[in-house]
């Protein structure tokens, strides 16, 4: 992935200037709902990649930010039910997901839309089976 989002500067001159953590649409951050926060080497520690949605006109975006900017958001109001990827960690209802098992999926599909349909392409994912207190699971490849 490539840093140069608007705004960021990685060659050392000042300081990482960044974008605010806000909907550039709405003009405001709070219908935000973070969706990752990941560390940017050769950055300063305040500088994190973040990526966000806005719930309100459905707007994706990423960009670096201040850890500052991003705490007064996520500090600001409690995040909805969704899943936040933090440093790696995954993270629901506020506290890390905890690893409660493995899986092996078969996903299969046609080899061609012109032959007969008994004829498919299998393939076997193996997954991990990730659990929040609350009950939610999720799968992710592993």
Same mark, same amino acid.
């Given at each position: 992935m490539s840093l140069r989002s608007p705004g960021f500067r990685s060659d !050392?001159?000042?300081? %990482?200037? $960044?974008?605010p953590v806000m909907c550039s649409r709405c003009g405001t951050d709070y219908h935000?709902?973070?969706?990752?926060?990941?560390?940017?080497?050769d950055c300063p520690p305040d500088v994190v990649m973040v990526a966000y949605t806005c719930s309100r006109c459905r707007?994706?975006?990423?960009?670096? %930010?201040? $850890?500052?900017?991003?705490s007064a958001v996520l500090g600001?109001?409690?995040?909805?039910?969704?899943?936040?990827?933090? !440093? !790696?960690?995954?993270?629901h209802c506020g506290q890390p997901m905890a690893k409660a098992g493995s899986e092996v999926r078969k996903l299969s599909?046609?080899?061609?839309?012109?032959g007969p349909p008994e004829d498919t392409l299998d393939v076997y994912l193996s997954t991990r089976v990730l659990r929040c207190a609350c009950g939610f699971q999720m799968e992710l490849p592993e």
């Amino acid at each position: 992935m490539s840093l140069r989002s608007p705004g960021f500067r990685s060659d !050392g001159a000042d300081e %990482a200037r $960044v974008l605010p953590v806000m909907c550039s649409r709405c003009g405001t951050d709070y219908h935000l709902t973070i969706r990752s926060v990941t560390d940017i080497r050769d950055c300063p520690p305040d500088v994190v990649m973040v990526a966000y949605t806005c719930s309100r006109c459905r707007l994706f975006s990423e960009h670096p %930010a201040r $850890v500052t900017d991003l705490s007064a958001v996520l500090g600001r109001r409690k995040q909805s039910a969704d899943v936040l990827i933090f !440093g !790696g960690h995954y993270m629901h209802c506020g506290q890390p997901m905890a690893k409660a098992g493995s899986e092996v999926r078969k996903l299969s599909a046609p080899l061609s839309t012109e032959g007969p349909p008994e004829d498919t392409l299998d393939v076997y994912l193996s997954t991990r089976v990730l659990r929040c207190a609350c009950g939610f699971q999720m799968e992710l490849p592993e």
